[in-house]
């Protein structure tokens, strides 16, 4: 008796796409292609995507789905930090989907959604709206292009017609010649750190409302004739 095929769905028809990009990548992705994978006609796709556009946008929201938000109960910058690497893990699982999501807008209500987490762990971090929507920029800045170097980038880019040999780099370009080795995947980690690292332990020292008022505050003066208790008079000399 002939096994009975699995009725098609949203779950099921993303589940298949994510796959197929996974396994060819997004440039060569297309609906026809889906629908020979999940043993269907493409129009079939549109009955629950009503366009290529929605499926793509289905893609990326389950991947940013996936991103575990941190515990609120963690402070501010350890929960950018957690979010920050739970975001890179992200990429690293959705690789060959990635390129997309860099460049989405995440205006979906799952995209506004993970902003407005991540804008508040900020906000509480530095406590002023503008230092938290500019942190939140940078930081976004490091996450997107250390996920696309790791994900798409450097040995994975693309290449010259015609590359110039190892001993090229040696003798012409010493500097570059040592540093290699700290570009390779072993070292990613440390490097992912340093920069993440230096990006928080900045917003950490951004200026709250607390402390702007306080540097604004003008310092006040004992009335004339009147010396302040806690300065000391001068020793005469001569």
């Given amino acids: 008796m002939a096994r009975k095929r699995e009725a098609l769905s949203r779950g099921r028809i993303v589940q298949a796409a994510l796959a197929l990009i996974g396994r060819d990548g997004l440039p060569d992705f297309s609906t026809?292609?889906?629908g020979r994978e999940l043993r269907c006609e493409a129009m079939s796709i549109y009955h629950f995507f009503p366009s290529k556009q929605h499926l793509l946008d289905a893609l990326v929201d389950h991947a940013i789905g996936s991103i575990q938000i941190p515990d609120p109960?963690?402070?501010?910058?350890?929960?950018v930090r957690h979010a920050a690497y739970a975001y890179r893990a992200m990429a690293h699982r959705y690789a060959r989907l990635y390129p997309l999501i860099a460049i989405h807008r995440l205006n979906t209500p799952t995209g506004v959604r993970f902003i407005e987490n991540l804008l508040g762990m900020m906000r509480d971090a530095t406590g002023d709206d503008e230092a938290a929507a500019r942190y939140f920029r940078a930081v976004g800045y490091y996450l997107a292009g250390a996920a696309l170097d790791e994900t798409s980038g450097y040995a994975k880019g693309p290449s010259a017609a015609e590359p110039v040999r190892n001993e090229f780099i040696e003798k012409e370009c010493p500097i570059l010649w040592r540093s290699a080795r700290y570009f390779q995947r072993p070292e990613w980690e440390r490097?992912?750190?340093?920069?993440?690292?230096?990006?928080?332990?900045?917003a950490a020292k951004a200026p709250t409302p607390a402390r702007s008022t306080a540097s604004r505050t003008p310092r006040t003066r004992a009335p004339a004739g009147k010396r302040s208790p806690t300065r000391r008079a001068r020793p005469r000399t001569g």
């Fill in 191 to 202: 490097t992912f750190a340093l920069g993440l690292d230096a990006l928080l332990a900045a």
């Fill in 32 to 34: 026809r292609k889906l």
């Fill in 73 to 79: 109960a963690l402070p501010g910058l350890e929960r």
